[in-house]
């Protein structure tokens, strides 16, 4: 079965610092991958998706970047950390249809102080 | 104007009330219609989907679309305390692509 694995669960980190967090999928080849974030008490935002290695597409223009080095990984990051960067950041994956749900990790909580 | 709408709540229920969630929305494109359950600091959990208009039953959950009005329900009944969470609606549009609603928080009291 397919599982996917995202870490770490919660994270503080100061204004100014570097961020990497990690998502691999397990039991499936060449999936979907997402990035999303959801603020307090809002919806999920699409940061965003690949379709394939090194395809990366951006939802919105951020101060984040992600990279997605092999197939089944995908890696969001930022070289300097906002306040307002601070949320809970889910990576998903899909099957490669566009008739198909989509699988989400457990997020991390990112407080930006 | 937002793709997706979905009123955020919160919305409180008795216990065994029938709950009904809704969302509209304005891509004609969106072919396939998905409610996601997400509990407090957790990853969503797909509840149901569907890619056509019409009634899908699965237990207490009746998920409904209408494409002609861009308008999609979710139906719980005789609601648990346990049914307690922020219920998303989301759609896909072609290249897999998926968007969501802003979500609406339940809560069903003993």
């Known amino acids: 079965s397919q599982t996917i694995h995202q870490w770490p669960a919660t994270l503080v980190q100061p204004v100014g610092s570097p961020l990497s967090l990690e998502c691999t999928v397990e039991?499936?080849?060449?999936?979907?991958l997402y990035w999303y974030r959801q603020a307090a008490g809002r919806g999920l935002q699409l940061l965003f998706y690949?379709?394939?290695?090194?395809?990366i597409s951006s939802e919105v223009p951020q101060n984040l970047s992600a990279s997605r080095p092999q197939d089944r990984q995908f890696i969001l990051s930022s070289k300097k950390l906002l306040l307002s960067d601070s949320g809970f950041y889910l990576c998903?994956?899909?099957?490669?249809?566009?008739?198909?749900?989509?699988?989400f990790g457990q997020g991390t909580r990112l407080t930006v102080v | 104007q937002k793709e997706v709408e979905q009123d955020p709540g919160p919305l409180s229920v008795p216990e065994g009330a029938i709950v009904s969630l809704n969302c509209t929305y304005s891509?004609?494109?969106?072919?396939?219609f998905m409610w996601y359950r997400q509990y407090s600091r957790k990853g969503p959990e797909l509840l149901m989907y569907?890619?056509?208009?019409g009634n899908k039953e699965d237990g207490r959950f009746t998920a409904q679309v209408d494409k002609s009005s861009k308008y999609i329900s979710l139906f719980i009944r005789d609601s648990q305390p346990s049914d307690s969470a922020t219920y998303l609606c989301?759609?896909?549009?072609?290249?897999?692509?998926?968007?969501f609603g802003q979500g609406t928080t339940l809560q069903v009291k003993p």
């Open positions: 569907t890619y056509s208009s």
């Open positions: 891509n004609s494109a969106f072919q396939y």
């Open positions: 039991g499936t080849s060449n999936p979907n």
């Open positions: 998903a994956w899909s099957v490669v249809r566009a008739d198909t749900e989509a699988f």
């Open positions: 690949s379709v394939g290695i090194g395809q």
């Open positions: 989301a759609m896909s549009a072609p290249g897999g692509k998926l968007i």
